[in-house]
C-alpha cells in the first residue's frame, strides 16, 4: 500500500485525545500484524473514563516477558481537536504537492512513512529486532508514553521519535512543567480597603517576582536552544468576583521549560522560595502552588549512532525542538533517542494542517535505511 494512502486512512480515524483511540490502533494492529510483527495492546482508562490503548509491535521472536529492541519508531495516535467548520478535516486533501487533513503533519504522517518503511524490509533478515510503537495522549501530557515507561513495558536502544520536524534529526529537546498557582486574600467592601486583603494585589507581587525569576533562569544557558535558556510563563490569570469586592482569590497558571541538565523542579523551586520571602513580611501571605507535570528536558549526545545516522540520510545537522515530545519517555526506557518527522511543526495544530508529499515519501526511504542500518 502507497504511503499516502495509508496516510489517507488513518486521517479517515478520528482520534482526537477526548475519544478512545481504540479505532485507529485496531488498524495499526492489523497492518503490523500483516507486515509479520506481533501486535501487544497496553490499555488503560484515562482521567474522564475513556478506554485507551498503547500498541507495541514486536517481531514474534521477542519474549513478551521482556521485550528488548534495537530500534523503535515512535508515533502518537491522537490529535488536537479540529474545527467543526473544516468540512475536509477527516478526508485527505491534496493540493499543490501537500497533503491536507488533521493529524496528517501531527503525527500520522510519520506513522505512514513507518509502517511504509517496515514495508519495504524483508524481517527475516533483521538480526537485531525492530519496534513499532503507538501511542495514545501525546497531545494532553504525553500520558501514554508516560504509562508505558511508568511500567517497564520495553526498552529500546535507540528510538526515533515521530513529530513534525521537516526532516531534520532533532537530537534534544526541552521539558514540559505546569503548574496552577493560586492565592487566597480577604473579601471586604472596595471603600474600605483595609478591612480585607485583595487576592490579586497578592498575586501581582508574586508575579512580579516570578518575572524576576525568569530573568535569572537565563543565567544558564543551553547553547544549542533557541532560546537558549529555561523559558517561564504566566498564561491564563483569573480572580474577583465584582469590581466593588475586594478580592478574596486569584489564580494563574505558570509554565516552565526547562533545557537539558537543569532539573525540571529547579524553576519552581525558586519560586516557591519568593512565595517564602513574601510571607516573611506579610505572614498570612496564602498561596499555594500545585505541580500539574513535570517533565524533563532530553538530549542525546551529538555523537550517538543514531545522530550521526539520521544527519548522513538527510544532509541535515541536528538539531534540538523547544516543544513537548515523548523523547523523555524513550531516554527513560533506555534508548538514545531523536525526534524526527516529515511537515512542519508551524503548521501543525491548525486548521489545515498539512505534509509534503514529497517529505513524506522521503521519510520512507530514510526510516527504511535506518532500520537497515541498526537491525540487520
Given at each position: 500500500?502507497?504511503?499516502?494512502?495509508?496516510?489517507?486512512?488513518?486521517?479517515?480515524?478520528?482520534?482526537?485525545?477526548?475519544?478512545?483511540?481504540?479505532?485507529?490502533?485496531?488498524?495499526?494492529?492489523?497492518?503490523?500484524?500483516?507486515?509479520?510483527?506481533?501486535?501487544?495492546?497496553?490499555?488503560?482508562?484515562?482521567e474522564?473514563?475513556?478506554?485507551?490503548?498503547?500498541?507495541?509491535?514486536?517481531?514474534p521472536?521477542?519474549?513478551?516477558?521482556?521485550?528488548?529492541?534495537?530500534l523503535?519508531?515512535?508515533?502518537?495516535?491522537?490529535?488536537?481537536p479540529?474545527?467543526?467548520?473544516?468540512a475536509e478535516?477527516?478526508?485527505?486533501?491534496?493540493?499543490?504537492?501537500?497533503?491536507?487533513?488533521?493529524?496528517a503533519?501531527d503525527?500520522?504522517?510519520?506513522?505512514?512513512?513507518?509502517?511504509?518503511?517496515?514495508?519495504q524490509i524483508?524481517l527475516?533478515?533483521?538480526?537485531?529486532?525492530?519496534?513499532?510503537?503507538?501511542?495514545?495522549?501525546?497531545?494532553?501530557?504525553?500520558?501514554?508514553?508516560?504509562?508505558?515507561?511508568?511500567?517497564?513495558?520495553?526498552?529500546?536502544?535507540?528510538?526515533?521519535?515521530?513529530?513534525?520536524?521537516?526532516?531534520?534529526?532533532?537530537?534534544?529537546?526541552?521539558?514540559?512543567?505546569?503548574?496552577?498557582?493560586?492565592?487566597g486574600?480577604?473579601?471586604?467592601?472596595?471603600?474600605?480597603?483595609?478591612?480585607?486583603?485583595?487576592?490579586?494585589?497578592?498575586?501581582?507581587?508574586?508575579?512580579?517576582?516570578?518575572?524576576?525569576?525568569?530573568?535569572?533562569?537565563?543565567?544558564?544557558?543551553?547553547?544549542?536552544?533557541?532560546?537558549?535558556?529555561?523559558?517561564?510563563?504566566?498564561?491564563?490569570?483569573?480572580?474577583?468576583?465584582?469590581?466593588?469586592i475586594?478580592?478574596?482569590?486569584?489564580?494563574?497558571?505558570?509554565?516552565?521549560?526547562?533545557?537539558?541538565?537543569?532539573?525540571?523542579?529547579?524553576?519552581?523551586?525558586?519560586?516557591?522560595?519568593?512565595?517564602?520571602?513574601?510571607?516573611?513580611?506579610?505572614p498570612?501571605?496564602?498561596?499555594?502552588?500545585?505541580?500539574?507535570?513535570?517533565?524533563?528536558?532530553?538530549?542525546?549526545?551529538?555523537?550517538?549512532?543514531?545522530?550521526?545516522?539520521?544527519?548522513?540520510?538527510?544532509?541535515?545537522?541536528?538539531?534540538?525542538?523547544?516543544?513537548?515530545?515523548?523523547?523523555?519517555?524513550?531516554?527513560?526506557?533506555?534508548?538514545?533517542?531523536?525526534?524526527?518527522?516529515?511537515?512542519?511543526?508551524?503548521?501543525?495544530?491548525?486548521?489545515?494542517?498539512?505534509?509534503?508529499?514529497?517529505?513524506?515519501?522521503?521519510?520512507?526511504?530514510?526510516?527504511?535505511?535506518?532500520?537497515?542500518?541498526?537491525?540487520?
Open positions: 500500500m502507497k504511503v499516502e494512502q495509508t496516510l489517507a486512512e488513518l486521517v479517515r480515524l478520528d482520534s482526537v485525545s477526548a475519544r478512545s483511540n481504540v479505532e485507529i490502533v485496531s488498524y495499526l494492529a492489523a497492518r503490523a500484524e500483516s507486515l509479520g510483527l506481533c501486535a501487544r495492546m497496553f490499555p488503560y482508562t484515562d474522564a473514563g475513556v478506554k485507551k490503548f498503547n500498541l507495541v509491535c514486536v517481531p521472536s521477542v519474549s513478551a516477558d521482556e521485550m528488548r529492541v534495537e523503535a519508531l515512535v508515533g502518537h495516535t491522537d490529535t488536537v479540529y474545527d467543526a467548520a473544516w478535516a477527516l478526508a485527505l486533501t491534496e493540493r499543490e504537492d501537500k497533503l491536507y487533513g488533521r493529524g503533519c503525527t500520522k504522517g510519520f506513522i505512514a512513512a513507518a509502517l511504509a518503511a517496515v514495508g524483508e527475516a533478515s533483521l538480526r537485531r529486532p525492530l519496534a513499532l510503537v503507538f501511542t495514545a495522549d501525546e497531545e494532553v501530557g504525553c500520558l501514554g508514553a508516560k504509562r508505558l515507561a511508568e511500567s517497564g513495558a520495553f526498552a529500546a536502544r535507540y528510538a526515533v521519535v515521530g513529530e513534525p520536524t521537516s526532516l531534520q534529526p532533532m537530537r534534544a529537546g526541552k521539558g514540559y512543567c505546569l503548574a496552577e498557582v493560586r492565592v486574600g480577604r473579601e471586604g467592601h472596595s471603600a474600605y480597603p483595609a478591612l480585607g486583603a485583595s487576592a490579586i494585589f497578592r498575586a501581582a507581587r508574586l508575579i512580579a517576582r516570578i518575572e524576576r525569576v525568569a530573568e535569572t533562569l537565563r543565567a544558564a544557558p543551553h547553547a544549542a536552544f533557541d532560546p537558549p535558556y529555561t523559558t517561564l510563563n504566566v498564561g491564563v490569570i483569573r480572580g474577583g468576583t465584582a469590581k466593588n475586594i478580592a478574596g482569590e486569584c489564580r494563574f497558571t505558570l509554565e516552565w521549560r526547562p533545557v537539558p541538565g537543569q532539573a525540571a523542579s529547579h524553576a519552581v523551586e525558586l519560586i516557591q522560595s519568593e512565595v517564602e520571602k513574601l510571607r516573611a513580611v506579610e498570612d501571605f496564602d498561596c499555594h502552588i500545585e505541580v500539574l507535570r513535570l517533565d524533563e528536558a532530553s538530549e542525546t549526545d551529538a555523537d550517538s549512532p543514531l545522530v550521526r545516522e539520521l544527519e548522513s540520510l538527510t544532509g541535515k545537522e541536528a538539531g534540538t525542538v523547544a516543544f513537548g515530545t515523548e523523547a523523555p519517555q524513550l531516554t527513560e526506557m533506555g534508548a538514545q533517542a531523536v525526534v524526527f518527522g516529515p511537515g512542519s511543526i508551524r503548521t501543525a495544530h491548525r486548521t489545515g494542517e498539512f505534509v509534503p508529499v514529497a517529505e513524506l515519501e522521503a521519510c520512507v526511504e530514510i526510516l527504511a535505511r535506518a532500520i537497515g542500518k541498526f537491525c540487520r
